[in-house]
């Protein structure tokens, strides 16, 4: 079982940017896919974000396409999850999570999450 640990959360004005960082433990890093999901103050956990195992394959919700890019460095047991032009509706927890594809990530079955970082956008 991998264990992930998020990092890169915090305030940051509307149009600025953050750069969130998920850590994982164990060998098998590489054999997941990893994916970003994000709950706002009331609402439900949504997918954000998915990358396959070796990145060929790269999904993104709607609302994000085009402001945020996954990436993910296999030595180094991170993925990564670059956000642009950071709009105040981007204010939510943020989960890293790996699975076995990117298509049972963007299903919500996970195999492991980790417990979030809180990105909040001011206007």
């Known amino acids: 079982q991998v264990q992930l640990v998020e990092s890169g959360g915090g305030l940051v004005q509307a149009g600025g940017s953050l750069n969130l960082s998920c850590a994982a433990s164990?060998?098998?890093?590489?054999?997941?896919?990893m994916g970003w999901f994000r709950q706002a103050p009331g609402k439900e956990r949504e997918f954000v974000a998915a990358i396959s195992w070796g990145g060929t394959y790269i999904y993104y919700a709607e609302s994000v396409k085009g402001r945020f890019t996954i990436s993910r460095d296999n030595a180094k047991n991170t993925v990564y999850l670059q956000m642009n032009s950071l709009k105040p509706e981007d204010t939510a927890v943020y989960y890293c999570?790996?699975?076995?594809?990117?298509?049972?990530?963007?299903?919500?079955?996970?195999?492991?999450w980790g417990k979030g970082t809180l990105v909040t956008v001011s206007s």
């Open positions: 164990g060998r098998t890093f590489s054999n997941y896919a």
């Open positions: 999570a790996a699975g076995t594809s990117t298509t049972t990530i963007r299903s919500a079955d996970i195999r492991a």
